[in-house]
């Protein structure tokens, strides 16, 4: 059925009819070993079926690995949805706040970067 799915996507992507995404969700049962992390991947760790950890490379600096908590019994903690194809949404936004100081969003698969990303994050006092 997956491959079913990702013949689906990329022809509605050689049509013309959808976007090629920045991302798709790969789902594992343990965490990735950060030197075998892939552009374009979200690697989803679940253990008993519930959705743990979330990695990826930050698409400012491909050298960041990007890691997010989704158990909501943790502060911070991103939720995390896939559509059918995979595509990945992130809530809340993701801002590095070290590196690149990137600052964006994931919806649908793609990178959606707000205004102030690239410029280190102003804590208030």
Known sequence: MATLRSILLWLLIALGLARRP????LM????P????????RVYVVTSGGHMKWAYFLCPADPTEVIQLSLMTSRRPHWRLTR????????HPSVWQTAGSHAHFWI???LVEWCA?????????R
Do not use: Q
């Not at 594992?28 to 965490?31: G, P, V």
């Not at 559509?83 to 949404?89: C, E, I, K, S």
């Not at 102030?116 to 208030?124: A, C, H, R, V």
């Open 107 to 109: 919806r649908g698969g």
């Open 83 to 90: 559509d059918w194809f995979g595509r990945p949404t992130i």
């Open 28 to 31: 594992m049962s343990d965490h």
């Open 33 to 40: 070993n950060e030197s075998a992390i892939k552009p374009r």
């Open 116 to 124: 102030d990303s690239g410029k280190p994050t102003s804590l208030p």
């Open 22 to 25: 920045d991302f798709m969700v």
